[in-house]
């Protein structure tokens, strides 16, 4: 039987090993939070991030890295992407030799500006062809009720994807599809957050259908931009881990970075939005991150450049929609 290890108990994490563990794959969770492990591991269920949500009995819990490890064919990732490294450290001894990293995580890392499986790649000193990543319109709330839903699987290596495919295949429920496009769909996962939040703060200010969707297209541009300059695949932004993603993200109030950016525009503070924030909103931090790699390599993002000034200097949501609306006019396709 594959058996897989799953590294964090938060709502994606807990809830993309249940999925495993539904598809017939002998799935354990590691956390570092001895009550949820218990309440996991004992009654089958995540209080704390998946309150009323039952688990299957199949799926095991436990606080130590080495039990949740031990023979794993899968070692899934789902921590906040700017604790990856250092927690990865921490990990690496009891990593198996062959093992697939899998990356559940969408975030660029604040410093190097690697993308989280460039990261694994580093830490663990695997090749990338034992790395792969999930990604997609995969919002935890509809999941968790079983709505249906789609993401996609990437990995360098055609036999680990499809390997991967079919430890997370859930019919009718869950369907993976395979992207050997590693690059294109992890940018996809992370630049969607950035946008979401601009999204957030125009539908905060009351800005209306046109605003929202002109970000989410232009925002599209500009990780399509990112994408051509790093190599990546253009149509995977087409696909459900490039626009997919983004629409889910911008649009859903379930949305933990729309709703993060609609607080702002409703005139929160950013102390105000983090307090009342429980789950990390991963493009808070990474839309430095990915703007100090936009600009390592020449890519013109102007959204994400606002959302920046927004969150992290100060700048009024009022100003920045002046600041977008008032460039000079250009092709709709340029920098492409």
């Known amino acids: 039987m594959t058996k897989a290890a799953v590294f964090g108990t938060g709502s994606w994490g807990t809830t993309f090993a249940m999925i495993m563990a539904g598809a017939g794959t002998q799935t354990t969770l590691w956390g570092r939070r001895p009550e949820i492990v218990e309440a996991i591991d004992r009654r089958h269920e995540n209080p704390d991030y998946l309150p009323g949500a039952t688990l299957p009995e199949t799926l095991r819990a436990t606080t130590d890295p080495a039990e949740a490890l031990d023979g794993a064919d899968f070692v899934v990732l789902a921590v906040p992407s700017q604790t990856l490294r250092s927690n990865l450290i921490g990990w690496k001894p009891y990593l198996p030799s062959g093992a697939v990293l899998v990356s559940l995580m969408k975030g660029i890392e604040l410093g190097t500006t690697k993308r989280m499986s460039e990261v694994i790649c580093e830490v663990a000193e695997v090749p990338q062809e034992r790395v792969a990543v999930v990604s997609g319109p995969n919002l935890v709330g509809e999941i968790i009720r079983g709505q249906p839903a789609a993401t996609v699987v990437a990995c360098t290596d055609e036999r680990a994807m499809e390997r991967l495919q079919e430890a997370c295949h859930l019919p009718p429920w869950f369907r993976p599809y395979t992207n050997p496009d590693v690059v294109g769909v992890e940018l996809g996962g992370a630049v969607k957050n950035v946008i979401a939040l601009a999204v957030g703060v125009a539908a905060g200010m009351g800005l209306g259908d046109n605003v929202g969707a002109m970000l989410m297209t232009r925002g599209l541009a500009e990780i399509s931009r990112l ?25 859903s109030p379930l949305s933990r970075n729309r709703t993060f950016g609609k607080n702002l525009g409703q005139g929160m503070t950013l102390a105000e939005v983090i307090a009342a924030t429980k789950q990390t909103a991963e493009g808070v931090k990474s839309c430095e991150s990915v703007l100090e790699l936009a600009r390592k390599h020449d890519v013109e993002m102007p959204i994400t450049e606002v959302v920046v000034a927004v969150v992290h200097d100060g700048m009024p949501p009022s100003e920045a929609a002046m600041l977008l609306m008032s460039r000079t006019p250009k092709p709709e396709r340029y920098g492409v």
């Open 227 to 251: 994408g051509a300059v790093l190599g990546a695949d253009p149509h995977t932004f087409a696909g459900l881990a490039g626009m997919g993603d983004l629409i889910a993200t911008c649009t």
